[in-house]
């Protein structure tokens, strides 16, 4: 395991989606979940996945995009709430110039 990989499962490290439905979609790691082997990480994003909806994700399906400044990380640890989540997370993708997702544009205009 490289240090990258050991960085996805930091609390507070900001990461994209890999896999599943909700691929190309930017989170942050909230916490760790030992009970579960295959999907120990817990990521939110203040939106799709909320607080109290928590996602967990198997760090293979991750991609780290990066560790938020020190007063960020902070508040992800000592559980920042949905609106402070979804703003660290849109922050850190204007930051990179991504996207969330490169089909929402296609899928918009077939409505």
Known sequence: MDKRDEDVRLPGAIVRSKKGRDRFRTFAVIALDG????????????????????????PAHLELLGMPVETDRKRLSEGADDVEIAEICSRYEKLLGNEKNPLDKEQSNDL
């Open 35 to 58: 009970d579960n082997p295959v999907a120990p990480l817990i990521v939110a994003d203040g939106v799709l996945h909320r607080a109290g909806q928590r996602k967990h994700k198997n």
